[in-house]
């Protein structure tokens, strides 16, 4: 439902139009003067205000458009009065007032004045989707120690062509620092291209790095660029490096080399101008100490090292971690904020988080879409995350000591059929959080085929991504 906040010091016009609004589908917030207009806006974030010009007191309504314009900058407002002068509707224009209305009002006039600016703030969002997934939004958030030193490099390495080989566990947000060291380049307005290596089969590895001739092989039927030529003058982003198999590599290795590349099927040579940019979660020192990557490749990608750190070594970010994604996620869909009791941020801050960042987002996004305007305690985080509570290996650290040392694990508070769903729950959402909700890949991190994978999730209540 779009909301609407309502700023007027006239009843008659917030009765009104509250009323008309009402009527459409609206949900209507009104406030009478600038200073309880501005604290609504802040509070709920509605998707449209509609202002009148003239107002009593320090906050009329051109110095309340103001401070909604700083604040609130996706937020479309449209101004209204009956004794405005032109000089007074060409200076709200300047100030971003989507369009301006004059009294008295009509209804097709403030219907379709909402409709077309409810549209602008749908257009908004989608264009901030769209920036997240395609990895060029750049906010990175956090206050630790080691995210200032993350920033730092990346100020310092991001305007140079080195290349740059981002290393870290499944979720820590690796993709995110790529987008932002290709927003530190003078590359900024060229294409950003990102190849998950992981995810290509290994027969079609040329022809989605290179490109290929029309009637190359069997099924293609035009000629296809590849990521090379499509990120030419930009940055590509090579993510899950570690993935490639031998001919890959030395492919890829030919072309930073020769910084040329020639397309399948194709016997001309292609010069290509890209900073690469490449990232895994593998050890990729170790990968070369036992064969299965080249060692020359290695030393290629990896002219600048990038450690990421896991969630758990900065858990002083997560705060500020939930109130961004809960915020993303109010934006994205325009429902209304959650809020955090300090209770509901020690329970997840007691979670040891393997799917890292992204796990985070995806379980605020569950508690943001299950008690939208509501407030999240302790008992709703472990209605979605039980295993904080009840799983008795949650707390234990990665320095497991070696086979043969006595330890003790804590018991379990539950059952010991309950405690383990809870344990087998937890590692099925981290194997989903670290594979984007695929099934497919969560199934193949947990060793087992996709049927047994899906039978377990219902039996455990877990839903796949988009059901």
């Known amino acids: 439902m779009p909301s609407v906040l309502i700023v007027d010091d006239e009843p008659n016009i917030r009765r009104m139009v509250g009323a008309l609004l009402s009527a459409e589908g609206y949900d209507v917030r009104d406030a009478a003067d600038g200073a309880a207009g501005l604290a609504l806006a802040e509070s709920n974030e509605p998707d449209v205000a509609l202002v009148d010009l003239m107002m009593p007191g320090d906050l009329d309504g051109l110095a309340l458009l103001q401070k909604l314009r700083e604040r609130r900058p996706d937020m479309p407002v449209v101004m209204m009065s009956g004794r405005a002068a032109l000089t007074d509707a ?16 009509t209804p097709e006039g403030v219907l379709l004045a909402l409709a077309s600016a409810f549209e602008l703030r749908q257009a908004r969002r989608a ?3 769209l920036r997240e997934d ?23 390495v991001g305007p140079t062509d080195a290349r740059v080989l981002i290393t870290g566990e499944s979720g820590t947000g690796k993709e995110l620092v790529a987008a932002a060291l290709h927003l530190a380049s003078p590359r900024r307005d060229r294409p950003f291209i990102r190849v998950n290596c992981a995810a290509i089969p290994r027969d079609l590895v040329e022809s989605e790095m290179f490109g290929h001739e029309r009637g190359a092989f069997t099924g293609a039927t035009d000629r296809r660029l590849g990521r090379f030529e499509l990120a030419h003058t930009g940055t590509l982003f090579l993510d899950e490096v570690g993935d490639l198999g031998a001919e890959a590599q030395a492919k890829l290795l030919r072309a930073i080399e ?18 690469i940019l490449a990232a895994t979660n593998k050890d990729l020192g170790r990968a070369v100490a036992d064969g299965s990557f080249r060692e020359d490749l290695f030393f290629r990608l990896n002219v600048i090292p990038m450690q990421l750190p896991p969630l758990r070594d900065r858990p002083g970010d997560l705060p500020a971690l939930v109130r961004h994604f809960s915020a993303r996620h109010r934006t994205r869909t325009g429902r209304p904020l959650v809020q955090w009791h300090d209770d509901a941020l020690g329970a997840l801050g007691s979670y040891r988080w393997p799917g890292n960042v992204r796990e985070l987002a995806n379980v ?10 509501s407030v999240v305690g302790r008992a709703e985080v472990l209605q979605v995350l039980p295993a904080v509570a009840t799983d008795p290996f949650t707390m234990l650290s990665n320095d497991t000591p070696a086979h043969g040392a006595e330890t003790l694990l804590p018991m379990p508070t539950l059952p010991l059929s309950d405690a383990l769903d809870a344990y087998e729950r937890r590692l099925i959402s981290a194997a989903l959080a670290q594979s984007d909700g695929n099934v497919a890949e969560a199934a193949r991190r947990l060793q087992t085929d996709r049927p047994n994978l899906y039978r377990r999730m219902r039996r455990l209540g877990l839903a796949a991504a988009g059901e």
């Open 90 to 105: 060409v200076r709200a224009t300047k100030l971003g007032a989507f369009t301006f209305l004059e009294k008295p009002l």
């Open 127 to 129: 264009a901030a989707a």
């Open 134 to 156: 395609l990895g060029i939004s750049g906010e990175m958030v956090g206050d630790s120690l080691v995210m200032h030193e993350v920033r730092t490099l990346i100020a310092r």
């Open 258 to 275: 020769a910084r040329e590349i020639e397309r399948v099927g194709g016997g001309k040579p292609i010069k290509i101008d890209v900073r």
């Open 364 to 373: 605020v996004e569950r508690l943001a879409i299950l008690h939208a305007g």
